[in-house]
Every structure is written in structure tokens, then in C-alpha cells.
């Protein structure tokens, strides 16, 4: 298991700046931003991504996940969905997640996440969910055969939102290729119990997201320590479950300032994982702790 930072919070960086800053920082582990500025799969030819590949071994990191959830790059956060009306704009989306699964795949990690088909947009849930369950069906023999898993991250106001909804989506896929990306603050924003929520859901969780949020429960990503998530009682519950994916800070939110982000959750969490029973050394790598 490893601790991570995802470049998502250093879009005013190139990406190989991202990775050495979060090097720095302490972290054991990358999760990269799979959308421009960072790694759009378009964008890169073989040498910089050996030159890439190169960096994160040099500074002895360890790609926790390939986030593939926004596409900036020829849309928005959330646009072109899984679930959009028109095919061409589905096929956008099936297209990008499976160049994905090959850059996750020559970079050595195990998984990428993607959103939880889209927005409704006056969309019945059961067409929704038809068309989402049809656009996985198109990424999971690729999955399947590099061995990298799609994990779908719930959020809030997306077609998949709680624990309910992700367990009834769940049980119609019978590819063990896809599983959850647990994203801390988006349950709690659920109105959920994380640790409740992760419990229930442990057996298709391979990546974890935290951030904290507001007591609120307002969708917006905050430092650790400085909204309302007990993360004690929640790593505490993850040490116990015998979880053995890894974690990974989400604070695009700081795109301002994400060294000192960083800095500040890192005096916050490494305390806190110590606490709950967490091998620190194993979090951050050699001689990081």
C-alpha cells in the first residue's frame, strides 16, 4: 500500500514537474491526471512517455491510479459521459478509458477511475444505466486482458451517488474488471458514514480518494484536518478491513497552491495513519517517512 498524490491539484505544472514536486513532498505514490495539461493519451508519443515512466522510477514512486474521470482535454468535468444521447460522444468516452487502460498498463498500475456514467440531464436512471452498462461492456475485454481495472468513483448529482445505487450497479457486471475507486469526501457527501460505507463496499474497492469536507457536506474538496470527516475512526476501519490498495490525496481544489496542500495534509494524515495502525514506511517508501 501506498500513499499517493494526485497531479490533478498541479494543473499550473507540467506533468514531470508534478511528479518530482510530489516526490519531494514525502509521498510514496502518483496518481496522474489521465486529461491535459497532465497525460491525454493523444498527446503523448513513446519517447516522453519512457522519459515519464523513467522519472517516476528515479524518484521511487509508484502510480497508485490513472484518473481518467474529467476529459478538459475535448469537453468538461463530467462531458462526454458514458450516457450522453448521442453514440459519437459515448464512443469519446469508450475511446479515451481505453487508451487509458494501456497507459495504466505500460506505467505499472493496476487500475484507472472513471466517472459514474454522467449526468441525468432528464435521462431515466434505467436508460442511463443501459447505456453505461453497454459502454463498459466495450473497455472490459481490454481490461481483462492487461489486467488494469476500470473502477467506477461515485459522486454526487452523477447517475451513481451512495452505496445502494453502486451495489445495484454492481451485481449486473460479471467482470471482476471492474470495481470502486472509494472517494472519502463524495460518501460523505452522500450523507453516508464512510467507514459504514466502506465496509459495505470493501470487496470491490481497489483505490481510495481522500480529501476532507465541510461539516456542510458541500462538494468541495478540503485539506485534511479542515472540514468535518473523522479520519481516525475512517483508517482505522480501513487498517481493520485489511485493506491492501492504495490511497491516494485528491485536492484539485488547490491547484494554487498544491506543494503547500500537500505539506500541511501530510502533517495532519501521517500522525493519524500511525495512529490507526499503518506502516508508515510502507506508505511513503524508503527512507521518506
Not at 490533478?8 to 502518483?30: K, P
Amino acid at each position: 500500500m501506498k500513499l499517493g498524490y494526485s497531479t490533478n491539484a498541479f494543473v499550473n505544472a507540467s506533468l514531470f514537474e508534478a511528479v518530482e514536486q510530489i516526490a519531494q513532498l514525502g509521498f510514496g505514490g502518483v496518481e496522474i491526471m489521465g486529461d491535459r495539461p497532465h497525460l491525454y493519451p493523444p498527446d503523448w508519443s513513446d519517447e516522453p512517455l519512457a522519459q515519464l515512466k523513467n522519472l517516476i522510477q528515479s524518484e521511487d514512486l509508484q502510480v497508485t491510479n490513472l484518473n481518467s474521470f474529467t476529459l478538459f482535454a475535448v469537453g468538461d468535468t463530467y462531458l462526454p459521459s458514458w450516457i450522453e444521447p448521442v453514440q459519437e460522444r459515448r464512443d469519446i468516452r469508450i475511446r479515451h478509458t481505453l487508451e487509458c487502460l494501456k497507459l495504466a498498463s505500460y506505467l505499472g498500475c493496476g487500475n484507472i477511475s472513471v466517472p459514474p456514467g454522467g449526468p441525468l440531464h432528464g435521462m431515466s436512471r434505467k436508460e442511463a444505466l443501459h447505456l453505461f452498462h453497454g459502454g463498459l461492456e466495450k473497455v472490459i475485454p481490454l481490461a481483462e486482458q492487461l489486467q488494469v481495472k476500470v473502477l467506477v468513483e461515485p459522486e454526487p448529482n452523477l447517475l451513481l451517488e451512495n452505496t445502494r445505487q453502486f451495489r445495484e450497479f454492481i451485481h449486473e457486471v460479471s467482470s471482476r474488471s471492474v470495481g470502486l475507486n472509494f472517494d472519502i469526501g463524495h460518501f460523505f457527501c452522500a450523507g453516508e458514514d464512510p467507514s459504514i460505507a466502506f465496509q459495505d463496499l470493501l470487496p470491490w474497492i481497489a483505490h481510495v480518494h481522500i480529501e476532507d469536507i465541510a461539516e456542510n457536506r458541500l462538494h468541495h474538496h478540503l485539506v485534511p484536518g479542515r472540514g468535518a470527516i473523522d479520519f481516525q475512526g475512517f483508517l482505522e476501519t480501513v487498517q481493520k478491513a485489511g485493506y491492501q490498495g492504495d490511497i491516494s490525496l485528491e485536492l484539485y481544489t488547490y491547484a494554487d497552491r498544491p506543494v503547500e496542500a500537500g505539506r500541511e495534509s501530510m502533517h495532519y494524515l501521517l500522525p493519524v495513519f500511525q495512529e490507526s495502525g499503518f506502516d508508515l514506511k510502507a506508505l511513503l517508501g524508503k527512507g521518506k517517512q
